[in-house]
């Protein structure tokens, strides 16, 4: 699969899919995956940096899981907060079919695989986790962040894990400069060559 595949609406590959084992809250899960999506042999390093380094999800409220992938953070967040609403959102349909997939095999029933514009405009998030999509380029990131961010409600918090060499540095800066007065950016760890940035609304 080449890279760039994973952040289109619709691969054109012919769905392939896999199983696999991967450690989520505690415990391990036989998941399915496939081709045409980001990381679809296990969690990938980025991701498994944010979820080591990251307190407990909020126990209520809507949480966001932007680029959710096939869903290793939202299942996390759903297992990990069963009273909250888990909105995992992607632009690939694939992905966003894998997490339903995962959710219903789990019992999950708090987890809604959206794409972006079915997310009502009215939802505040009590939480945000993300392993945001670095390679689709600066422009498009910095919108996504823009667009998004901005949605948390007071006093919450947003963790995003950003590898160190595809710009964490000045993601930082860009975020410090670009969010309203009442946001504060925070490096919270380093680790593996990622970085985990705290976005706190105060």
Not at 152 to 158: F, H, I, K, R, V
Not at 178 to 193: E, Y
Request: aromatic content about 6%.
């Amino acid at each position: 699969m080449a890279s760039e595949h994973y952040f289109s609406s619709s691969p054109e590959t012919e769905l392939k899919l896999r199983q696999i084992q991967v450690p989520l809250a505690g415990q391990t899960y036989e998941l399915t995956t496939s081709n045409g999506i980001f990381s679809p042999e296990r969690i990938d390093a980025g991701t498994q940096v944010l979820l080591a380094n990251v307190p407990p999800a909020p126990p209520g409220g809507d949480i966001l899981d932007l680029g959710c992938g096939w869903g290793p953070i939202a299942l996390t967040l759903a297992l990990e907060s069963p009273h909250a609403t888990i909105w995992a959102v992607d632009v690939n349909e694939r992905a966003l079919d894998l997490v339903r997939r995962n959710a219903d095999r789990l019992g999950l029933h708090n987890v809604n695989a959206v794409k972006p514009e079915d997310v009502p405009s009215g939802v505040e998030f009590t939480g945000i986790r993300s392993n945001p999509p670095i390679r689709v380029g600066k422009d498009e990131l910095h919108s996504m962040l823009s667009l998004w961010l901005p949605r948390l409600g007071s006093g919450s918090d947003a963790w995003l894990v950003v590898q160190k060499n595809l710009g964490s540095d000045s993601l930082h800066r860009w975020l410090e400069g670009s969010l309203p007065a009442d946001f504060s950016v925070t490096r919270a760890s380093t680790n593996k060559g990622y970085r985990v940035l705290r976005v706190r609304r105060r």
